[in-house]
T-cell receptor, first 112, second 112 residues
Framework: EPEVTQTPSHQVTQMGQEVILRCVPI?????FYWYRQILGQKVEFLVS????????KSEIFDDQFSVERPDGSNFTLKIRSTKLEDSAMYFC??????????FGPGTRLTVL | SQQGEEDPQALSIQEGENATMNCSYK?????LQWYRQNSGRGLVHLIL?????REKHSGRLRVTLDTSKKSSSLLITASRAADTASYFC????????????FGSGTRLSIRP
């Protein structure tokens, strides 16, 4: 069964460093998302992406964040200068025309 | 906000019993979805129910939706140890690129 994959599973970085989280959505999906979940808290929407542009972004998704679909299969989330409060699980999701979003296993980002 | 809020926050039952989790939301919705998350893992899509549907089944899962009360319930029948997880309801705006807004979740523990 096709699934969304994410790499790495765990990323440890120093505050101020740039990180890139990678996702490979399901191949025939058209809509892509990033969510995050701070430990013990709700899953929060960050950004949605369709047709090579951002469809919607939340207040969390400030200038430090960017997304890209560089090659038609990968979907990346970049955080330019990480902060301690960026530590969280980051989930990628994708869907076709219905809105059943399929989530990846997540990347645990730890900012020291 | 479309946010769903689950009730109870935590539920512990004996294996073989049925588990019922409730969700309430604030605004009109197009779809309501239920997800499961095992500890520290990704989100697994369980079921999507549309606003014009009242009940939906999938295996041991039964979801109801009452749009007049802005509430939904998830029933897991004949629970198993493997059902131990957090369960989230989530609402979306109904379009293909619609973000999902998650509730806080119900932590379900199945005692052997």
């Amino acid at each position: 069964e096709p699934e969304v994959t994410q790499t790495p599973s765990h990323q440890v970085t120093q505050m101020g460093q740039e990180v890139i989280l990678r996702c490979v959505p399901i191949s025939n999906h058209l809509y892509f998302y990033w969510y995050r979940q701070i430990l013990g808290q709700k899953v929060e929407f960050l950004v949605s992406f369709y047709n090579n542009e951002i469809s919607e972004k939340s207040e969390i998704f400030d200038d430090q964040f960017s997304v890209e679909r560089p090659d038609g299969s990968n979907f990346t989330l970049k955080i330019r200068s990480t902060k301690l409060e960026d530590s969280a699980m980051y989930f990628c999701a994708s869907n076709t025309y219905n809105n059943e979003q399929f989530f990846g296993p997540g990347t645990r980002l730890t900012v020291l | 906000s479309q946010q769903g809020e689950e009730d109870p926050q935590a539920l512990s039952i004996q294996e073989g019993e049925n588990a019922t989790m409730n969700c309430s939301y604030k605004t009109s919705i197009n779809n309501l979805q239920w997800y499961r998350q095992n500890s520290g893992r990704g989100l697994v899509h369980l079921i999507l129910i549309r606003s014009n549907e009242r009940e939906k089944h999938s295996g041991r899962l039964r979801v109801t939706l009452d749009t007049s009360k802005k509430s939904s319930s998830l029933l897991i029948t004949a629970s198993r140890a493997a059902d131990t997880a957090s369960y989230f309801c989530a609402t979306d705006g109904g379009s293909s690129a619609s973000k999902i807004i998650f509730g806080s979740g119900t932590r379900l523990s199945i005692r052997p």
